[in-house]
Nanobody
Framework: EQVVESGGGLVQAGGSMRLSCKAP???????????VGWYRQAPGKQRELVARIMSDGITEYADSVKGRFTISRDNSRKTSFLQMSSLKPEDTAVYSC?????WGQGTQVTVSA
């Protein structure tokens, strides 16, 4: 087990959803926190960075999700969260979490119109 995402599913436009990303202690260390990133890939499109949070807590967001998505991390629980609000159909994609250079399998998020 490396990086595991959860929380995906189907939601109506305008709704909210929270994704979780959990990693083993070795790669989600309290003492050497790595950058955590959330990426997404929609059918027929290139994978894009959605948000990331650095070891010092600084966050970055894609312009398309600013003000709607919030990334956070809890090093003691070896978990990162992506809170998504005001979801749009164009947010539909497979969302994957990265911890350093480790990738999860991804979780499907589908937003219906």
């Amino acid at each position: 087990e490396q990086v595991v995402e959860s929380g995906g599913g189907l939601v109506q436009a305008g709704g909210s959803m929270r994704l979780s990303c959990k990693a083993p202690r070795m790669i989600f260390s309290v003492y050497r926190p790595l950058t955590v990133g959330w990426y997404r890939q929609a059918p027929g499109k290139q994978r894009e960075l959605v948000a990331r949070i650095m070891s010092d807590g600084i966050t970055e967001y894609a312009d398309s999700v600013k003000g709607r998505f919030t990334i956070s991390r809890d090093n003691s629980r070896k978990t990162s969260f992506l809170q998504m609000s005001s979801l749009k159909p164009e947010d539909t994609a497979v969302y994957s979490c990265t911890v350093g250079s480790f990738w999860g399998q991804g979780t499907q998020v589908t937003v219906s119109a």
